[in-house]
């Protein structure tokens, strides 16, 4: 084990409470007039003695390992020729003295400088430089394991409470979904309990608005960008017309770079480059339109009057992020609309999971064929052979990335 890598940091204000003085064990000690022929006899009284401290006047002055000393006493001779002499005769002249006062992650931090000795032979006590008692390497490691362990279960707590609150901020743009449109589907599938993906959909005049998004980073950093991102398509909304997605996807690009700090490369004021890929939507239910904006993120279109899904076009321009320009103008798109036309769009963590018997990404061009081998079906039906192929392709493999897909027929 290394010892070494042992997360410091992660330790709970408990950790920073819990001395030294709490690893404490009574044990026999011996002075530098003991001979050896006491040492083996207190070996041979107290088995679980791993180590003997050697103590005058009340200090520390060394400590002797078992296994050294029970080694070198078994050699031929060695009975006889130093069973009456002194202990300091198989002593380490340098054990690790610590303090008793010393926080838990002090005696951590004096066990890993000292290397593996102190783990096997333990660790001398001492309060006011008098020798208290000694201190078990595998305490430490027992006492540290177990703090970790209940900091490891008030994270997860608080992660899985997070994700309630982040179900909670997409939820109504579920229940939006379901009331205005007859057939559709959603999976919203974060790689960890919460996530960096996001979506809203509104109903606005004359139509619909969807915004879908992939955050930086998945877990907790990406669940704080989709909040950020979030409070930005708020304020984007409160400007921009809905029937503008690349304003809005401007607007938005400007409130996270404002927000983060990262408006001006060269006086950027934090060290983050985060931001997102989105694609804003907006179905004109008058004229029959699908109008949408691409930040490095697009779907698929598959019209009734066609067998082929036609991929949508989108800027390989990323919103928010440090190299993307506070004014960059993103493309607006526009097609025309039929009764029963299908529309998907999907998070990268769908495209890019690794699996298959090559080891490689599932791809576009997967999803593109599956929905034209299925487009009779609805959208529910779709989305489980979406999955089902998903599932499938990733085999054994770890997921990569969060995960979500969206699609409606209008």
Request: some cysteine; aromatic content about 8%; charged content about 20%.
């Amino acid at each position: 084990m290394d010892y070494a890598a042992q997360p410091l940091s992660t330790f709970t204000a408990r950790s920073r409470q819990l001395t030294a003085r709490a690893l404490c064990i009574d044990v026999p000690f011996v002075t530098p007039e003991s001979d050896n022929l006491t040492v083996m006899d207190l070996f041979n009284q107290h088995a679980s003695l791993i180590s003997l401290p050697v103590v005058e006047g009340h200090r520390p002055f060394g400590m002797i390992n078992r296994h050294i000393f029970l080694s070198q006493m078994s050699r031929p001779f060695f009975r006889e020729l130093y069973d009456r002499k002194s202990c300091i005769a198989f002593m380490d002249k340098f054990p690790l003295v610590i303090d008793a006062e010393s926080t838990l992650e002090a005696v951590t931090q004096q066990m890993v400088a000292s290397g593996d000795k102190s783990v096997t032979d333990g660790f001398i006590l001492t309060s006011a430089d008098r020798y208290i008692g000694m201190g078990l390497g595998i305490d430490v490691i027992k006492t540290v394991s177990d703090l970790q362990a209940q900091q490891h279960h008030q994270i997860m707590q608080s992660i899985e409470y997070a994700r309630v609150i982040q179900e909670a901020m997409l939820d109504q743009s579920q229940q939006t979904l379901a009331a205005e449109l007859k057939d559709w589907c959603l999976t919203w599938q974060p790689r960890d309990c919460v996530g960096g993906d996001f979506y809203a959909f509104h109903q606005v005049d004359r139509g619909w608005l969807l915004l879908m998004a992939d955050c930086t980073g998945h877990g907790v950093p990406g669940a704080f960008m989709t909040v950020i991102l979030s409070s930005a398509l708020e304020k984007a909304l409160a400007h921009c017309p809905p029937d503008q997605p690349q304003q809005l996807l401007a607007h938005i690009n400007h409130s996270i770079k404002q927000t983060l700090g990262q408006l001006n490369q060269s006086q950027q004021t934090s060290l983050s480059n985060d931001g997102c890929d989105a694609m804003a939507v907006f179905i004109d239910s008058d004229r029959q339109r699908l109008i949408w904006s691409g930040a490095r993120l697009s779907g698929f279109l598959l019209s009734t009057v066609s067998e082929e899904a036609i991929a949508l076009s989108c800027d390989r321009m990323g919103i928010g992020y440090t190299d993307t320009p506070p004014d960059y103008c993103w493309t607006r798109h526009e097609l025309p609309l039929k009764g029963q036309d299908m529309f998907f769009t999907f998070t990268d963590g769908l495209t890019d999971q690794i699996g298959g018997e090559r080891n490689i990404m599932f791809g576009k061009r997967r999803i593109q064929t599956l929905l034209q081998q299925h487009r009779t079906q609805s959208m529910p039906e779709i989305a489980q052979a979406v999955m089902d192929a998903y599932l499938g392709w990733q085999g054994s493999q770890p997921r990569r990335d969060d995960m979500t897909f969206l699609g409606c027929r209008f």
